[in-house]
């Protein structure tokens, strides 16, 4: 398996279980949505994953590489793990090329050109490269945050309530977005959401958290070719 969680428990508070042995594993190229109501733990788990967050037990590891266990802890830095945070986090003072591109500070510059451009296409985006984020509506927003978090090619992505800052109207097309972004791409990837109809929309598998503890798992879409 390409992401595996074993007995994973955490807690803010002494004897306060914030996660309770949480095992889950993905493959490759999986798109999986940890649905939950608020307080279940869903964005603690992906806290814990991009190592904002020890664990009081159990292990992560992606793509064959312990993220932490008992003895090992990565900090955020060295995780090949992307992050789209609820609120984008996008740098208020850079244009969406600069923002696109702040993670990629350590490549040649062609080659951070390239990828920018590849990205600035894949989101749709090209005509928007000096624009900076306040002049952008929240689903170009969401779609450069994405983008900056997949530019360095991340062994797993992780999302934060993906729409929980979008209006109605615009939910549906960025459901389409980000699916179609998903199957050009083949990222794997976890959000977190605690609506029913974003989970199934994107998702190929729904892993239900309640209490801290997943309680069962469902198919979503249809399995991508």
Known sequence: MYVKINDLSFEYKPHTPVLIGI???MDEGEVVAVLGSSGSGKSTLLR???GLEKPVEGCISVNQCTLC??????NPE???????????ALFPHL???????????????????????????????NDFKSVYPHELSGG????????RAMAPNPD???????FSNLDADLKERIRKDLRRIFEKTKMTCI???????DAMSIADRIVYLEGGQIIRQEKGIQKRA
């Open 23 to 25: 095992d889950f594993s």
């Open 78 to 88: 060295k995780r090949e793990v992307g992050m789209v945070f609820q609120d984008y």
């Open 95 to 125: 244009t969406v090329e600069k923002n696109i591109g702040f993670g990629l500070r350590h490549k040649k510059k062609v080659d951070k050109e390239a990828r920018i451009e590849e990205m600035l296409t894949l989101i749709d985006m």
């Open 191 to 197: 959000l977190v959401t605690h609506d029913y109809d």
């Open 48 to 50: 814990l994953m991009c």
């Open 156 to 162: 797993v992505l992780l999302l934060d309530e993906p």
């Open 140 to 147: 170009q927003q969401q779609r450069v945050a994405l983008a």
């Open 69 to 74: 266990s008992k003895h090992v802890f990565l």
